[in-house]
T-cell receptor
Framework: GAVVSQHPSWVICKSGTSVKIECRSLDFQATTMFWYRQFPKQSLMLMAT?????????EQGVEKDKFLINHASLTLSTLTVTSAHPEDSSFYICSARTGLAGTTDTQYFGPGTRLTVL | AQKITQTQPGMFVQEKEAVTLDCTYDTSDPSYGLFWYKQPSSGEMIFLIY??????QNATEGRYSLNFQKARKSANLVISASQLGDSAMYFCAMRELGGGSEKLVFGKGTKLTVNP
């Protein structure tokens, strides 16, 4: 159980274009999803917390107009990188929280999306 | 101040031996959860084990166990009988539960290499 998928797994785009990444919880409903960014050989950096039906909460320093997050349903959240530039190239990972108390209240991660902006 | 500290950038272990990956944390919240994740070269983050701050016993999951020393604020991961497939990055993470925060804060990770 607790499977999270991401699509696409990798994408290459030209500078100035927008890229949408989908995150789905396949076998559970996720009221909260999270978006992380990871640079090579570094840890995960939380970008934003996404709650179904409400606006995302962005971490300090993350441009909300550049990284648009939509949590349209209990199983789907999307991250759109608008007007992408080479410095946006990174590994983007989503996670979903099961929302259950105790040891099952765990964040399960998607397989990640590697974005390369030329 | 860092909330999660992993002091070992890299660790090596012989196949079939046990290895301990260190993690210390800093929080004033009496209610928190500690997590360990494995990240192979493919990039996916795999949940390994969880320890709640009020749990009386150390968590165990198969070959993984968590050596939880609350007074020292440490939550070391012990992998027994290492396998070649255990080679990966390992991240320790914490969630502070008292303030209703949902955030996971990660350490910088430890790269484990299992030698044949």
């Amino acid at each position: 159980g607790a499977v999270v998928s991401q699509h696409p797994s990798w994408v290459i785009c030209k500078s100035g274009t927008s890229v949408k990444i989908e995150c789905r919880s396949l076998d559970f409903q996720a009221t909260t999803m999270f978006w992380y960014r990871q640079f090579p050989k570094q840890s995960l950096m939380l970008m934003a917390t996404s709650n179904e039906g409400s606006k995302a909460t962005y971490e300090q320093g993350v441009e909300k107009d550049k990284f648009l997050i939509n949590h349209a349903s209990l199983t789907l959240s999307t991250l759109t990188v608008t007007s992408a530039h080479p410095e946006d190239s990174s590994f983007y990972i989503c996670s979903a929280r099961t929302g259950l108390a105790g040891t099952t209240d765990t964040q399960y991660f998607g397989p990640g999306t590697r974005l390369t902006v030329l | 101040a860092q909330k999660i500290t992993q002091t070992q950038p890299g660790m090596f272990v012989q196949e079939k031996e046990a290895v301990t990956l260190d993690c210390t944390y800093d929080t004033s919240d009496p209610s928190y959860g500690l997590f360990w994740y494995k990240q192979p070269s493919s990039g996916e983050m795999i949940f390994l084990i969880y320890q709640g701050s009020y749990d009386q016993q150390n968590a165990t999951e198969g070959r993984y166990s968590l050596n939880f020393q609350k007074a020292r604020k440490s939550a070391n991961l012990v992998i027994s009988a290492s396998q070649l497939g255990d080679s990966a990055m390992y991240f320790c993470a914490m969630r502070e539960l008292g303030g209703g925060s949902e955030k996971l804060v990660f350490g910088k990770g430890t790269k484990l290499t299992v030698n044949p």
